[in-house]
């Protein structure tokens, strides 16, 4: 596969990534994730008391997650408050990380999951799954693994990694493709599937190849995020 | 009765049929049931539908504005899905602020219909850079009994097929009293369509009845057509619910997903005037 990326990425060439564990001293666990020039950052709180009642579940906590850009984080700015763009993407988080935790230990309680975007050049939402799966973490939320995504795209017939503002805008030949994955580290249980543009069938199981292989590095950045802020802890 | 949620007995019973590849209604795991169009919902809509798939109604209508264009796409018409699960509908639907299931169906509608560019919207400036039709799809689940997505894709489609741009008087607003023939543009031999597969245990199945999608834990929505008649062509899929989709659940519904296509197309265009 050969193809010409504007920013003179290889296909399979994610942007510079860079992940921080611990940034919201407040938070019972948090951290930023980033993808080039895309920012998130994530905060965890709980498991606490779930106020309503009646919204409460003895069976374990109820995950709640909010995600939304900054007002600031885009060109146009963004009138504050939740969108149903922002509704829509904070549900698939929801379902992207509940695979990954258990909280059955936690009757009656909520596990919120806040997650904003700073500063926005495509793939927000993967970026903000990134960082609440080790915001999670960090919470000492069991999970059953660490969770990871990354955006495939398509630029007329070539699947490319991690696709950026200018690239989601290709118009050229079939156009372009934006197809957000997330799955369960080190498994084959995709957590996150959501896609927008022109594919072909036959194509859907080489993207998730590519998403695969992209999933691993960032489940190490990802690790070794955590790691550094145990360590930090222990001195 | 009606509001009941899903028995521990009916979903145990259903994880056991499924895995036997059963279903209370006699249909296989991947099978759509049987559906009919009608049309003329509403005389005053610009384009309408009416689908019955088994016990779910939808119904579909489309109006047509004169607005304006957005500031990143002057030459270009505009495109807006919007609709709401009414409490008529379904003993489970709730008046007041859209919940996330009334958000997702036209949203998903949105994406399929305008990825698969089946509406020309560059047809649809009126006056450029000041004046554009805005086609407004707008979508209401009649009964539920499951698999409204779908659904509402095959009225959507149908009732575009249907729908013609009103007559404009000089000041170019619209003339509700000279009728118009013309249709609205779109790309001819792309017609797009949605289809969902749930998941319980390790089966998967398409077209659920409100019970089994209720007992299922995980879904996919796929937005898929002949992209300009010449090959399939995904526009859109979003994955729901708390389960993993596995790899192997991926490319099972990559080898169903084009025949079911080809099927369901097929029962359409009978119903297509």
């Known amino acids: ?235 | 009765m009606s509001s009941m949620g899903l028995s521990s007995l009916t979903y145990n019973t259903l994880s056991k049929m499924f895995a036997e590849g059963k279903r209370f209604d006699g249909r296989k795991l991947i099978e759509q049931r049987d559906f009919s169009v009608e049309y003329n919902v509403s005389n005053k809509a610009e384009g309408s539908a009416r689908v019955r798939m088994g016990k779910t109604e939808v119904v579909v209508g489309i109006k047509l504005e004169v607005g304006t264009p957005y500031p990143d796409s002057m030459d270009k018409g505009n495109l807006m899905v919007s609709g709401d699960l009414l409490p008529l509908a379904s003993p489970r639907f709730e008046s007041g602020p859209p919940k996330f299931a009334a958000i997702e169906l036209p949203r998903l509608i949105d994406r399929m219909i305008r990825e698969s560019h089946v509406i020309d919207l560059k047809k649809l400036v009126i006056t450029e850079g000041e004046k554009v039709w805005t086609v407004i799809i707008d979508i209401y689940p009649i009964n539920d009994d499951g698999a409204l997505i779908d659904a509402a894709s095959i009225g959507a489609i149908a009732a575009l097929l249907q729908t013609h741009i009103p007559a404009l008087d000089k000041d170019c607003k619209i003339d509700h009293e000279s009728k118009s023939t013309k249709k609205l543009p779109l790309l001819e031999d792309t017609i797009p369509l949605s289809f969902t597969f749930y998941k319980l245990g390790e089966s998967l199945i398409i077209d659920p009845t409100r019970e089994e999608e209720e007992a299922c834990d995980g879904k996919i929505v796929w937005g898929i057509s002949n992209w300009k008649g010449k090959e399939h062509m995904i526009h859109s899929c979003q994955k729901g619910l708390e389960t993993a989709i596995t790899r192997q659940n991926v490319d099972e519904m990559m080898k169903h997903l084009p025949k079911v296509y080809d099927d369901t197309l097929k029962k359409l265009k009978k119903f297509l005037k």
């Open chain 1, 1 to 235: 596969m050969v193809v010409k990326r504007l920013d003179g990425r290889k296909a399979d060439e994610m942007r510079p990534i860079t992940a921080k564990v611990g940034i919201i001293p407040n938070a019972d666990g948090s951290a930023m994730f980033t993808f080039g020039n895309t920012v998130a950052i994530a905060a965890v709180y709980g498991p606490r008391m779930l106020h309503p009642q009646h919204m409460q579940d003895p069976k374990g906590a109820v995950l709640r997650v909010n995600y939304d850009l900054l007002s600031f984080s885009v060109l146009d700015r963004k009138k504050p408050g939740p969108s149903r763009r922002s509704q829509e993407i904070s549900k698939v988080t929801e379902w992207a990380l509940s695979p990954a935790l258990d909280l059955k230990e936690f009757p009656n309680t909520v596990v919120d999951v806040q997650i904003y975007i700073l500063q926005a050049n495509a793939s927000t939402r993967v970026a903000g799954i990134n960082a609440a799966s080790m915001a999670l973490a960090q919470a000492g939320i069991p999970m059953k693994n660490l969770v990871c995504g990354v955006s495939v795209g398509k630029l007329d017939k070539d699947l490319v990694i991690d696709v950026n503002d200018t690239e989601e805008h290709f118009e050229e030949g079939e156009g372009a493709t934006d197809f957000a994955t997330a799955k369960l580290a080190n498994t084959d249980e995709y957590t996150l599937l959501q896609l927008d543009g022109k594919i072909q069938p036959n194509l859907i199981p080489q993207a998730l190849a590519l998403a695969d292989k992209a999933c691993a590095k960032i489940y190490e950045v990802q690790k070794k995020a955590l790691k550094n802020v145990a360590e930090g802890d222990e001195k």
